[in-house]
Nanobody, 125 residues
Framework: QVQLVESGGGLVQAGDSLRLSCSAS????????MAWFRQAPGKEREFVAA????????YYADSVKGRFTISRDNAKNTVYLQMNSLKPEDTAVYYC??????????????????WGQGTLVTVSS
């Protein structure tokens, strides 16, 4: 079973950048699409970005398009989320997620079978 551990969250000011990392255990990491979701206080968990198993396909929520970049290094079993031009509305717990299906890409909560523990990102104005 794959396990996911996020890191890189913190407190930043509006306009700053952060890079989140998600380290995965397991030999089959490279077969699965991966994604980042986030959950703000009092709100539902929402999709942020996803990347296909090979890294050639990426998808973004409209709210982060042009500011966030998802990438992966299959040799290191790691997925990244580079977040630039951060806004106070980006404040949330960010979760790394693995698609339950091989060679697919994760866009919905229902497609996820493994979640990380989450890392808090706080953006002050």
């Amino acid at each position: 079973q794959v396990q996911l551990v996020e890191s890189g969250g913190g407190l930043v000011q509006a306009g700053d950048s952060l890079r989140l990392s998600c380290s995965a255990s397991g030999r089959t990491f490279s077969n699965y699409g991966m994604a980042w979701f986030r959950q703000a206080p009092g709100k539902e968990r929402e999709f942020v970005a996803a990347i296909g198993w090979s890294g050639s396909s990426t998808y973004y929520a409209d709210s982060v398009k042009g500011r966030f970049t998802i990438s992966r290094d299959n040799a290191k079993n790691t997925v990244y989320l580079q977040m630039n031009s951060l806004k106070p509305e980006d404040t949330a717990v960010y979760y790394c997620a693995k698609d339950r299906r091989v060679y697919s890409i994760t866009l919905t909560v229902g497609a996820v079978d493994v979640w990380g523990q989450g890392t808090l990102v706080t953006v002050s104005s």
